[in-house]
């Protein structure tokens, strides 16, 4: 018997559709608006339809996420090149190897909101009105070293030890190894690292935001609703906040494909 196989956007509309009826059920069957109110901690898929769609508020969803989205690009640049820097450090000078991994895994390990509250207090928030916020800038840098360092440094030392022979053998440096081989060899794991790297950093940003200090943004749009007992509103803005992250998660991928297309079979 043929197994029937379905395309990839078929099973993914098929997925998104059932997570949508789940969301719906749970909407009914779990929470019940309370007497005299209309709140209900879990709004329908319709009410969240109503807020973006019939309301308006989709249409300035933009000025809400642009401080978040310019504040998590920053830090990832910032964040993933100290990242690649470090990595590149410890094939270079291999003694550094114990020092380095324990900086990332202390970026790792750190509780971020109590660091962002210290960050709040030495850096700041944004220094005018619809600019990104520092804190939030820095904590899309520190949550992103981590991978990106563990996934450069396992794919500089995945490259072939003959092909390094050959430039040894040849008078070639460390440094050439490292450019002509080790780079090369290391690509798709460096460039899986920063694709992973890309929702961290936007959860780093919504993070640093919303501990103060900014008046525009995910965060501050976020409280605000949230002291307004506006459920759908709070939904939708996280439902978005899911939309930006995996478009940026898809490009990033993307590229991915187009830089590396031996990894998916591809020829180039």
């Known amino acids: 018997m043929t197994r029937v196989r379905l395309p990839g956007w078929a099973a993914a509309l098929l997925g998104g559709a059932g997570l949508i009826l789940l ?10 608006q309370q007497e005299g109110t209309s709140f209900t901690p879990v709004p329908s898929p319709f009410a969240v339809f109503d807020w973006l769609f019939v309301q308006g508020n989709i249409l300035g969803a933009w000025n809400v996420f642009e401080p978040t989205i310019t504040a998590a690009a920053i830090g990832y640049l910032w964040g993933n090149g100290i990242a690649l820097v470090l990595a590149t450090l410890v094939l270079l000078l291999p003694r550094l190897e114990t020092l380095v991994t324990q900086i990332a895994v ?19 928030g944004a220094k005018n009105p619809g600019d990104p916020s520092a804190t939030a800038i820095f904590l ?16 500089f030392r995945s490259a072939d030890k003959a092909s390094l022979d050959v430039v040894r053998v040849f008078g070639g440096s460390a440094w050439m ?20 790297a890309v929702p961290t950093a936007f959860l780093g940003a919504v993070l640093g935001e919303y501990l103060g200090s900014i008046t525009a943004g ?23 906040c899911g939309v930006f992250a995996l478009v940026g998660y898809g490009l990033m991928g993307l590229l991915v494909r187009i830089v590396t297309p031996w990894v998916a079979g591809r020829q180039s």
């Open 140 to 155: 899309a840098a520190i949550v992103c070293v981590f991978t990106t360092v563990v996934g450069s440094i396992l794919g």
């Open 106 to 124: 202390v970026t790792y390990c750190l509780p971020i909101v109590a660091i962002g509250g210290i960050s709040v207090v030495v850096v700041g």
């Open 177 to 196: 190894q490292l450019t002509k081989v080790r780079l090369i060899a290391a690509l798709p794991s460096i460039l899986n690292a920063l694709q992973i």
């Open 23 to 32: 969301w719906w059920l749970f909407s009914l069957l779990a929470f019940r």
């Open 218 to 240: 995910v965060g501050p749009t976020l409280i605000r609703l949230q002291g307004q007992l506006d459920s759908a509103g709070v939904w939708s803005v996280f439902l978005l």
